[in-house]
């Protein structure tokens, strides 16, 4: 067994921005070798950088602390189950808990231990798989102290790093509920008009002026909670719609998971 130590994991993160698996499995390789860890993680990055994404996870695990949330073990399992699940190609969160982490245990099994040595419960909470196209993700931290509380993944339909991280910080900012507006369902649509009138009337319009309101009033739903309708963060003149079409790639899909939201 290679001699390293979590402080030396946590050193090793530090100094090159590397996921905590990451940085204890070129330890592990390097045999707790600080400056050959390094190397090794340069390397891997190298090669990462021209390897086109195909697949990507997004997996919320839950404690009730902040404390436990900034201990090496937390976040260790967290990242455990996210390569689990991507390995493993799993595609919803029940399936993903019966999927062997470590020969002989389950990613359940994995999350009780970890909790029974934390004396705190922990819970997976949701969880996403894209697979094709492009997929990118982005984290965000409240708290540098703590792991990201607010997580992306975004899949566009062919590579375009720059458009994919663009559009996961809109997702992240914007908090969009579709992508397109055909995706919303009639059932939502409906209930939208409907209060739209109601607001339209109440406030007294001119009957032969309502329908025209009512419209103006759904579009500007659609311009809040559909991605490619949004005005684009980086330049509020443009729509995401125009953004794709300007740059030849669509959205596939999106998740956005944030703590303490549904």
Do not use: W
Not at 98 to 120: D, F, H, N, W
Not at 196 to 221: F, H
Request: charged fraction near 30%; hydrophobic fraction near 45%.
């Amino acid at each position: 067994m290679a001699n390293f130590t979590a402080a030396d994991v946590k050193r090793l993160r530090e100094q090159t921005g590397a996921g905590m698996m990451d940085c204890k499995n070129a330890l592990q390789e390097a045999s707790g070798d600080l400056e050959a860890a390094v190397e090794l993680l340069r390397l891997k990055g190298a090669k990462d950088v021209n390897k086109r994404t195909r697949a990507g996870v997004l997996v919320e695990l839950n404690c009730e602390t902040d404390f436990v949330a900034k201990t090496d073990l937390f976040q260790q399992v967290a990242a455990e189950i996210a390569a689990t699940a991507l390995k493993a190609e799993v595609t919803d969160r029940p399936s993903l808990l019966t999927t062997e982490a470590r020969p002989g245990m389950t990613v359940q099994q994995l999350i009780e231990e970890a909790g029974a040595s934390l004396k705190e419960k922990l819970e997976l909470g949701r969880f996403a798989r894209f697979e094709g196209g492009y997929v990118a993700s982005y984290l965000h931290r409240s708290d540098a102290a703590l792991p990201p509380t607010l997580g992306v993944l975004v899949q566009l339909d062919n590579d375009n790093a720059e458009v994919a991280k663009d559009l996961a910080q809109q997702v992240a900012a914007m908090r969009p509920l579709y992508v397109v507006r055909e995706d919303v369902p009639a059932d939502v649509v409906e209930k939208e008009r409907r209060i739209a009138e109601q607001i339209t009337r109440d406030e007294g319009k001119p009957e032969q002026a309502i329908g025209k309101i009512v419209e103006g009033r759904l579009n500007a739903y659609f311009k809040d909670v559909v991605l490619t309708e949004q005005a684009f963060v980086k330049d509020p003149k443009t729509t995401i719609k125009q953004v794709l079409a300007g740059s030849g790639v669509s959205v596939i899909g999106f998740a956005r998971f944030q703590v303490g939201q549904a």
